[in-house]
């Protein structure tokens, strides 16, 4: 009898106090988005996001890696041509990351330069087209 008594208390000191919380208030306007959201200027041309497995270590573990380049061409011929061949490119692109184990892409500085010397010498490779530059758009490694 004594604990059902201690109980009942010890439910109604918790029903009274959540009787008496007030509801939250917003007092600011939203917070902004975590991503940047660009569009692609016309002398660049976007790849699609690359979704892939990166080998971890010998014992066959993968983690995932996806990556999102733009790329800039050396001038109007070079984005024709890499525009043309965009699928040669892609398939490429994932075959040479795969030769790529994880240590290559983990480090927060090496990482995304390792990137893109990589995607550039890949589409040079592929389809011809001269590269300035690749932009990292995003590259997640999970």
């Not at 660049?44 to 996806?66: G, K």
């Not at 983990?106 to 300035?132: H, L, Q, T, W, Y």
């Amino acid at each position: 009898m004594k604990h059902s008594v201690v109980f009942a208390a010890v439910l109604l000191a918790a029903l009274s106090c959540g009787a008496e919380a007030k509801p939250r208030q917003d007092t600011g306007p939203p917070l902004p988005k975590n991503e940047i959201e660009a569009r692609v200027p016309s002398n660049y041309l976007a790849l699609p996001r690359i979704h892939l497995p990166v080998e971890v270590d010998e014992n066959r573990r993968y983690r995932a890696l996806d990556l999102e380049v733009w790329l800039l061409p050396k001038d109007e011929d070079n984005l024709a041509i890499a525009r043309s061949s965009k699928k040669a490119i892609m398939q490429a692109l994932k075959s040479d990351l795969a030769s790529f184990r994880w240590e290559a892409f983990e480090d927060a500085k090496e990482g995304p330069e390792v990137a893109k010397k990589f995607v550039m010498e890949s589409v040079e490779r592929s389809c011809g087209a001269k590269i300035n530059d690749v932009m990292i758009k995003s590259m997640v490694l999970k």
